[in-house]
């Protein structure tokens, strides 16, 4: 189970941490991406995390801005993986949704709840 929170309502150059917190199953061996989609376009994988090892992917609009990272939980079948966004614009407004893959498995199979960002100029 993943669920997201931490959207809100920010303007332009502000910041926002959203949040999953993921239970149920054990996650060393997953991958954690955060993915947003706005209003009328695809959905994009914007960042991404291997749990084991903590190894980070960033799409090009948001490097240097965005920030993925998780807990050290000790709990394998319980963490919870951020997403740090400082100096937001209006390009980022979307929904988040963040979502966890098995690391040889291609496709993400797990999926929580959208939460919105909307960034105000």
């Known amino acids: 189970q993943l669920q997201a929170s931490g959207g809100g309502l920010v303007l332009t150059g502000g910041s926002l941490r959203l949040a999953c917190a993921a239970s149920?199953?054990?996650?060393?061996?997953?991958?954690f991406g955060w993915f947003r989609q706005a209003l009328g376009k695809e959905r994009e994988l914007v960042a991404s995390?291997?749990?084991?090892?903590?190894?980070?992917?960033?799409?090009?609009s948001v490097k240097g801005r965005f920030t993925i990272s998780r807990d050290n939980a000790r709990d394998n079948a319980k963490t919870t993986v951020y997403l740090q966004m400082n100096n937001l614009e209006p390009g980022d407004t979307a929904i988040y949704y963040c979502?966890?893959?098995?690391?040889?498995?291609?496709?993400?199979?797990?999926w929580g709840q959208g939460t919105l960002v909307t960034v105000s100029s």
């Open positions: 995390i291997r749990w084991l090892g903590g190894r980070t992917e960033y799409a090009d």
């Open positions: 979502a966890a893959r098995i690391f040889a498995i291609s496709n993400y199979s797990y």
């Open positions: 149920g199953r054990d996650f060393r061996n997953d991958i």
